[in-house]
C-alpha cells in the first residue's frame, strides 16, 4: 500500500530499509531481532522480518521488516518492495551515504511514485565523530527534511551498541499511524490550514460556555474524553506556563485561549509528539486527511416508505441549549454574528436553508432575527425533509448521545401511515401541506401570515418553491409543525411525481374569492392529476375582507365542494387576526387526516334490524320473568 491513506489499528504494514550497501541496513534488523550486535558475516539480505503486535507498538500494529539490496542488478526487487511498503527507513553512516540521500535516493523514491513516510537514519552512530546528535540534526538532517517533505522524522542510531534501535522502528511505525505530514510543515515551522481548522473545531466544541476561552473545567474534561485519564494541577500549571512564554495573551484569568491550545499543539509537532495530536484529532473522528469521518457524518439512517424522520427529545434538547448559549445577547433572537459563530464548526449553514432564503421562511423576530420557535421549525422541516442533513450538522455541532447510538438518537423515525382515509390520528408531529391555487389568488400572502409577517400590498409571482415552517398549537395544548410549501412553476412537475405526494400530508386548495377566474384553476387541477383525490384537503377562499364574486366555473365553489361531500371553502383573508385558526385547522385535518376526506353517504335506516334487536330483547325478558317465577314457586312448596 503505497497511497499514504489512513492507517487502520489491527492492520499489517511493511517498513522497507533502503541505502547503500555497507550503512548497516541489516546489522539494524539483527540488532532489533537478537537485541545484540552480530560480529560474524551477515548474508547479503535477510529475509523478511514479522514482529506481532505489543503494547509498545502504536495502535498495536503487526509489522514486517524488509531488508533490500542497493545493487544495481537488484534494483528490480527493490522497486517491488518499495510499492508495497507503508514506510521507508533510509539509512546512511558517512558522509558520501549522506549526499546520496539528496542526490540519489529521495528522487528515485519520487521517480517511482512512492508517496509513502520516509524515517531517515543515521547510523553507525558510534563511529561518527562530527558533533553531537543536535548538531547532526541540524547540520545533515534539517536541510534534507526541509527540501524532501516526505521525510517525516529523523534519527540517529548504533546497531553495534544497540542505540535507538528500537526508537527508530517505533518511529516507522508511527510515521504510518500516527503520520506528521498532515499536520506541520517544517519549512514553514507552522502547523499546516488543514490541522489548524480541525484543531479550531476541536476547541469550539470544547469550550462548553463559548466565551472563547478554556476554563481549568473545561481543560480537564477535554484531557478525560481525549485521554481516559485526569490531569494533574501541577501538569496543568506547567502547560499554562509553557504557553505563556511564547505568547502571554493566550492565557489570562478566563483560562486558555484558542491561539494558546494551537501553539500547544504545535510544540507537540515540533517535539516529535505529533502522536498527542492525533490521538485528539481520531477522538474527534478526523481521518488522515484532515476529513471527518464519513461514518460519523452519515450514518446508517433509513426511513421506510410512508414514515418519517422527526427529532427525538434529545434532539430537540440539544437545538434548544445550542439556541440558549449562542443568543448572547439575550433577546430571544440569533443574529447574523451569533448564527456564524453558531455554525463555526460546519461548513456553513445548511444548501438547502441557503434555497429556501432562511430566515425568511421561518419565525423571526421584529429585528429580523430567528427566535427559539423559528429556530426548533427550521430543524424540524430539515429534519422532515432531509434527515441526513440534520445527521450530518449534529455531528459538526457535536452531538453527544452518551450511548452507542451516536447522532442517530436524536432523531425518530415515525409510525407507516397507509390508508389515510381511515378515521385515527396520525402519529407523528411534523406535517407537509401543499398550498395550489391560481398564480394571484394569495398563496405568497397566506405563508407570511403563517410566519406572522405583516401583510404586504405588493405582488411578486413565485418562481420556485418557497415553504414556511411553524409551530402550532392543537386543540388541547398538544403542539406540532406545520410545513406550508407553495409549488411555484415547479407545480406540474412535483404533482406528477408520486414521492413528492407519497411524503405530502395535506392539500390546501386556495382561490381568490375577488376574482371570477381563480376557482377554475383548482377545477382543472383536480380533473389533469385525478390521483389528487388520494389525498386529504381542505379549501380555502382567500382575500375574504375584498367584495366576493361569482366564479366562472360550471360550479360555484360551495356546490363544488358539495357535490364532492367535502366541506365548503373555509373565506379567511391574510389581513385579519383570526387566520390562525386557518393554520389550526390545517394541521387538525393532517393530524387526522380522515376528516378532510369526502364525507361518506348515511347509511339508510334499517326497521328491520331494529324490530329483529327488540324481539330479542323481549324474548330474553320474557324468559327471564318465566325462570324466576318458577323458582319461587318451588321455595313456596
Not at 527534511?145 to 529523523?154: A, G, H, L, R
Amino acid at each position: 500500500m503505497a497511497t499514504g491513506s489512513f492507517f487502520l489499528p489491527s492492520q499489517i504494514f511493511r517498513i522497507c530499509i533502503c541505502g547503500d550497501e555497507g550503512v548497516g541496513k541489516s546489522s539494524i534488523i539483527t540488532s532489533l531481532v537478537k537485541d545484540v550486535f552480530v560480529t560474524s558475516k551477515i548474508q547479503a539480505v535477510l529475509p523478511q522480518v514479522t514482529l506481532p503486535p505489543t503494547l509498545g507498538t502504536p495502535d498495536n500494529v503487526t509489522t514486517i521488516i524488509v531488508d533490500t539490496s542497493a545493487l544495481p542488478h537488484e534494483r528490480h526487487a527493490l522497486r517491488k518492495e518499495l510499492r508495497k511498503s507503508n514506510v521507508i527507513l533510509l539509512a546512511y553512516s558517512d558522509h558520501y551515504s549522506y549526499e546520496r540521500v539528496a542526490l540519489f535516493w529521495m528522487p528515485y523514491f519520487r521517480s517511482l511514485g512512492v508517496n509513502v513516510p520516509v524515517v531517515l537514519c543515521a547510523n553507525k552512530s558510534d563511529l561518527q565523530s562530527n558533533g553531537t546528535t543536535s548538531q547532526v540534526v541540524a547540520d545533515e538532517m534539517l536541510p534534507v527534511m526541509n527540501e524532501f517533505k516526505e521525510i517525516d522524522s529523523c534519527i540517529r542510531t548504533s546497531a553495534k551498541e544497540h542505540h535507538n534501535i528500537n526508537e527508530v522502528f517505533f518511529l516507522c511505525q508511527k510515521a504510518v499511524t500516527h503520520p506528521i505530514a498532515p499536520l506541520y510543515d517544517s519549512k514553514e515551522a507552522a502547523l499546516k490550514p488543514a490541522a489548524v481548522s480541525a484543531l479550531q473545531r476541536v476547541f469550539h466544541l470544547c469550550d462548553k460556555d463559548k466565551d472563547g476561552y478554556w476554563n481549568d473545567q473545561e481543560i480537564h474534561d477535554f484531557q478525560l474524553k481525549c485521554f481516559d485519564k485526569p490531569l494533574a494541577d501541577d501538569d496543568l500549571f506547567n502547560i499554562k506556563r509553557s504557553i505563556q512564554r511564547f505568547t502571554p495573551s493566550s492565557i489570562s484569568d478566563r483560562g486558555m485561549g484558542e491561539r494558546g491550545f494551537l501553539l500547544l499543539n504545535k510544540i507537540f509537532a515540533e517535539k516529535g509528539r505529533h502522536e498527542t495530536i492525533w490521538i485528539i484529532l481520531r477522538k474527534f473522528h478526523y481521518t488522515d486527511s484532515l476529513s471527518l469521518r464519513d461514518t460519523f457524518l452519515r450514518p446508517k439512517f433509513d426511513v421506510p416508505q410512508f414514515s418519517s424522520a422527526e427529532l427525538s427529545p434529545a434532539g430537540y434538547r440539544f437545538f434548544v441549549d445550542l439556541f440558549l448559549l449562542f443568543d448572547k445577547d439575550n433577546d430571544g433572537g440569533l443574529n447574523d454574528s451569533e448564527l456564524a459563530a453558531l455554525f463555526a464548526p460546519t461548513p456553513g449553514i445548511p444548501p438547502s436553508w441557503v434555497d429556501s432564503a432562511f430566515p425568511s421562511c421561518t419565525v423571526r423576530n421584529e429585528a429580523g432575527h430567528i427566535t427559539l420557535q423559528g429556530w426548533l421549525a427550521q430543524w424540524s422541516m430539515t429534519t422532515f425533509e432531509e434527515p441526513k442533513t440534520t445527521l450530518e450538522y449534529l455531528a459538526y455541532l457535536g452531538f453527544e448521545s452518551g450511548d452507542r447510538g451516536g447522532t442517530t438518537t436524536a432523531l425518530k423515525v415515525t409510525k407507516a401511515r397507509k390508508r389515510r382515509n381511515r378515521p385515527g390520528r396520525v402519529e407523528r408531529n411534523v406535517f407537509l401541506c401543499y398550498v395550489l391555487g391560481a398564480s394571484g389568488s394569495g398563496k405568497s400572502a397566506l405563508l407570511s401570515a403563517f410566519l406572522q409577517r405583516p401583510f404586504t400590498q405588493t405582488y411578486h409571482p413565485t418562481i420556485k418553491p418557497r415553504s414556511a415552517v411553524n409551530s402550532v398549537e392543537l386543540k388541547g395544548g398538544k403542539q406540532c409543525y406545520l410545513i406550508l410549501e407553495e409549488l411555484g412553476e415547479l407545480e406540474p412537475a412535483i404533482l406528477e411525481n408520486q414521492a413528492k405526494l407519497d411524503a405530502c400530508d395535506l392539500l390546501c386548495y386556495t382561490y381568490d374569492s375577488s376574482e371570477p377566474d381563480s376557482f377554475q384553476h383548482v377545477v382543472e387541477l383536480r380533473k389533469k392529476w385525478s390521483h389528487l383525490d388520494d389525498l386529504p384537503a381542505v379549501y380555502v377562499a382567500l382575500k375574504a375582507d375584498q367584495d366576493k364574486t361569482m366564479q366562472r366555473c360550471e360550479l360555484q365553489p360551495d356546490e363544488y365542494t358539495s357535490a364532492a361531500n367535502m366541506a365548503a371553502p373555509l373565506h379567511v383573508s391574510a389581513t385579519w387576526s383570526s387566520i390562525s385558526e386557518l393554520f389550526v385547522h390545517l394541521a387538525e385535518c393532517a393530524t387526522y387526516p380522515a376528516t378532510a376526506f369526502p364525507k361518506r353517504e348515511e347509511e339508510p335506516y334499517d326497521s328491520l334490524n331494529i324490530y329483529l334487536a327488540l324481539g330479542a330483547i323481549a324474548c330474553a325478558a320474557v324468559s327471564v320473568a318465566f325462570i324466576w317465577k318458577r323458582n319461587i314457586s318451588a321455595t313456596a312448596t
